[in-house]
């Protein structure tokens, strides 16, 4: 079946620590991979996204992720957290289909940032 | 306009009344799609609309009925639901998902 698993449900680290949340889905056919992240009380947003190219992504806030199709993963990583990186974090696939493309969200990965 | 607009931001509905949430995008995008977003727990799913067709229903019950009136308005009728159905609802567009989804705040749903 189509999935999209995150192993970390829960992180805590303190400021300036490294983070890297784990990612990987499991589809054969093509995929474009998303992170999103939504602060306590806010909406979804966008932090990157692979749709070819460079498997190395950078996106906003100092977040970048890496596809390594070998090993259908997608894995989100900050040099330095910071306290407001305090959020839940999604990995999400675009999966494509005939007539139609859906994203299929992970479970979540609830990040803590002590200051 | 890079924006999808959600109306109203919170509801809330006896289990016996009938209510609809509405979306908005002006970016020409040409799917657009409704998620249910439980407490602690990623969103799921809900329908797909690809140019104003119903493309997906994730097997929903039919005490939610999907519409799309236009290529940017996306409708959400709600009748007799259950207080398990309390969650934000959120919808969502893209013009093709490779390049990204933009999602809408939401409407927080409460069923008493």
């Known amino acids: 079946a189509q999935s999209v698993s995150q192993h970390n449900h829960h992180v805590i680290l303190s400021e300036a620590a490294s983070l890297e949340l784990g990612c990987n889905y499991s589809y054969g056919g093509t995929v474009n991979l998303f992170w999103y992240v939504q602060y306590p009380g806010q909406h979804l947003q966008l932090l990157l996204k692979?749709?070819?190219?460079?498997?190395l992504v950078k996106g906003i806030k100092g977040f970048e992720a890496e596809f390594i199709k070998s090993k259908f993963s997608f894995n989100l990583r900050k040099p330095s957290v910071q306290w407001s990186d305090t959020a839940e974090y999604f990995c999400?696939?675009?999966?494509?289909?005939?007539?139609?493309?859906?994203?299929?969200f992970g479970t979540g990965t609830r990040l803590l940032v002590s200051p | 306009d890079t924006e999808v607009t959600q109306t109203p931001k919170h509801l809330v509905m006896g289990m016996t009344n009938k209510k609809s949430l509405k979306c908005e995008q002006h970016m020409g995008h040409r799917a657009m799609y409704w998620y249910k977003q439980k407490a602690k727990k990623p969103p799921e799913l809900m329908f797909v609309y690809s140019y104003e067709k119903l493309s997906i229903n994730e097997s929903v019950p039919s005490r939610f009925s999907p519409e799309c009136p236009n290529s940017s308005l996306l409708n959400l009728h709600l009748h007799a639901l259950q207080p398990e159905d309390s969650a934000l609802y959120l919808c969502?567009?893209?013009?093709?998902?490779?390049?990204?989804?933009?999602f809408g705040s939401g409407t927080r749903l409460t069923v008493v």
């Open positions: 692979y749709f070819s190219g460079d498997p």
């Open positions: 999400a696939v675009n999966l494509w289909n005939t007539g139609f493309q859906k994203l299929v």
């Open positions: 969502a567009s893209s013009q093709t998902g490779a390049y990204g989804y933009t």
